[in-house]
């Protein structure tokens, strides 16, 4: 599997781009709007068609590039049917699956951040937003966050997987790239081996966390995939997953029905 971590300084995002080496379909996940050119240029010089555009929730902290991503590279835009995203092309649920040539990502629901938070899973490695973040974890303070939610979330969608898991999260403002679960099992002082839900619950309420500077641009952009107020057009309805990769000519559409699409 083609493989890309790719960062955004201003904001100590990720975006992941994953592509299959013989197909070159290709997706990006949590894309940042500021870099656009960045990330249409790389997909241009792997010869990757990028098939769709992931996020793994509303981002409060930055604007996705998603729907300019679907309107330059004709990608699908897919999230969380949670998400509350008005204008997405493919509502996830949890146990559906996206196919990037011969290579699958598993959407698990992970909500606790926001109600709509997803984590991709494929191949040895989770994709998983703002829901575990490196010896950390997301805020549970706005969006409809619940601390309660999220550290079910985590520990029993996420921390479950085996312990070589290869965890990417959507920020580290540390300058690391990635985890795994055993090591979060062992070391996460809020979410590791032997941390209760109350106690959780009771860190979580005492955070003071400062207002998300980006917030009011962001959270209103991102419900709309990216679009600024005069791009946004009315809502429509999603594609089921099987029919979105129907249109994109795979003959194995239906058989990814009975495998919770």
């Not at 805020?139 to 996420?158: K, P, W």
Request: proline share 4%; with cysteine; charged share 25%.
């Amino acid at each position: 599997m083609i493989f890309r971590q790719l960062f955004d300084p201003e904001t100590a995002s990720y975006s992941y781009l994953l592509g299959d080496e013989l197909t070159r379909e290709a997706v990006l996940i949590d894309s940042v709007a500021e870099q656009f050119d960045r990330d249409v240029a790389i997909i241009k010089e792997l010869d990757l068609k990028l098939v769709f555009a992931l996020e793994t929730h509303v981002h409060a902290d930055h604007v996705t590039a998603a729907a300019r991503l679907r309107e330059a590279l004709g990608a699908r835009v897919a999230v969380s049917s949670g998400s509350g995203v008005q204008n997405a092309d493919v509502l996830l649920r949890d146990g559906d699956w996206i196919a990037v040539g011969a290579h699958r990502l598993e959407a698990r629901a992970t909500p606790g951040h926001t109600n709509g938070c997803m984590t991709f899973v494929t191949e040895g490695m989770a994709f998983t937003g703002d829901a575990l973040l490196i010896r950390g974890c997301g805020r549970t303070d706005f969006q409809q966050g619940d601390a309660r939610t999220l550290f079910h979330s985590v520990r029993s969608r996420i921390l479950t997987l085996p312990e070589s898991t290869a965890i990417f999260p959507a920020h580290d403002y540390r300058g690391r790239t990635q985890t795994s679960v055993g090591e979060e099992l062992r070391f996460n002082p809020r979410l590791g081996t032997g941390k209760t839900v109350e106690s959780f619950v009771e860190l979580m309420g005492r955070l003071t966390l400062s207002y998300p500077k980006r917030m009011d641009e962001a959270v209103p952009a991102n419900l709309y995939a990216g679009l600024a107020p005069g791009a946004r057009p009315k809502a429509r309805a999603p594609s089921p997953v099987a029919a979105v990769m129907r249109e994109l000519g795979r003959q194995d559409a239906d058989a990814w029905m009975g495998e919770g699409i």
